[in-house]
């Protein structure tokens, strides 16, 4: 477990940092060096871009020497979740962590895939998404004169004491980091706040029409393809709130009767275990 790799958003430096810790933690583990490693794979977010693809290459050669290249793949997050919920089989992973991506293949192959173009413009019911909604929902019921235990939650986890500081704090470039404030958003909701409930029903919402984009392009139409497209979910979101994952499931069986939405939550690592081996 380390900080963030994303290069996109944090810059090659960090998201060396972070590999490093990750190789060095898992040898540690495993009790070998880094040059006894054999073969890698890595699942990132961004990693579908080739420009991004061979930068987190370049880091894993400086980090493992010797290693020939053929041995490293680097893959994207959602491909790694995949073949951990589905091996080559068909299936659509929606995950909904710090982002989110809704993924799917096909029994003869094609793939789809609906989010995940980034955090300003995307990412929809991922914890930045629900960190940035609570702030705005907070804000729009203090002009309302309505009471929201969001408000509270949010200040103390960001440890500030007034508005101003977290007005401030929320428009600042570069922006905040929004998905802590998700745990703010499960206590409220937990506690019987309405509109914190209501953001959570919204994500899940959402992330269940990314998904039904996905199945649709993969089964356009056809209830017996519909019904050999398993979903399965993976993330930090799906795994902290029961709600989300409640309101995911209702909304697609609702689109798609008897479609197979799979309770257990996906590992990814798994699935980059898996393509590792067959390197």
């Not at 710090?98 to 799917?104: D, L, R, W």
């Not at 980034?118 to 960190?131: K, P, Q, R």
């Not at 993976?234 to 209702?250: A, K, P």
């Given at each position: ?39 890698v794979c890595i699942g990132a977010a961004g990693a579908g871009r080739p420009e991004t693809a061979a ?74 998404w629900i960190g940035r909604r609570a702030i705005a929902l907070a804000m729009t019921a203090r002009d ?80 017996l393809t519909i019904a050999a497209l398993p979903i399965a979910m993976t993330g930090s979101v799906f ?41």
């Amino acid at each position: 477990m380390t900080g963030g790799s994303n290069i996109v958003r944090l810059g090659e430096q960090q998201a060396r940092e972070a590999l490093h810790t990750a190789i060095r933690q898992a040898c540690i583990t495993a009790k070998i060096s880094p040059s006894q490693i054999r073969a890698v794979c890595i699942g990132a977010a961004g990693a579908g871009r080739p420009e991004t693809a061979a930068k987190i290459r370049g880091i894993l050669e400086e980090l493992i020497p010797g290693i020939p290249r053929e041995k490293i793949e680097v893959a994207g997050d959602a491909v790694i979740a995949l073949e951990a919920a589905f091996g080559a089989g068909s299936g659509v992973i929606a995950i909904a962590g710090t982002g989110s991506i809704v993924y799917g293949r096909d029994a003869t192959g094609n793939v789809a895939r609906a989010g995940g173009w980034g955090f300003a413009i995307s990412d929809e019911g991922s914890g930045h998404w629900i960190g940035r909604r609570a702030i705005a929902l907070a804000m729009t019921a203090r002009d309302e004169g309505l009471e929201t235990a969001l408000t509270d939650g949010i200040l103390q986890a960001w440890k500030f004491n007034t508005i101003d500081e977290l007005v401030q704090r929320a428009n600042a470039t570069p922006p905040p980091d929004f998905p802590p404030l998700f745990r703010a958003v499960l206590h409220a909701a937990e506690e019987g706040d309405a509109i914190a409930g209501e953001l959570l029903v919204d994500a899940g919402t959402r992330l269940a029409a990314l998904a039904a984009i996905v199945v649709r392009r993969l089964a356009p139409a056809a209830p017996l393809t519909i019904a050999a497209l398993p979903i399965a979910m993976t993330g930090s979101v799906f795994r902290q709130s029961h709600q989300v994952r409640q309101i995911f499931y209702d909304t697609l069986q609702k689109n798609f009767p008897g479609i197979d939405v799979r309770p257990d939550l996906v590992d990814p690592v798994e699935g980059a275990l898996a393509r590792a081996k067959r390197l």
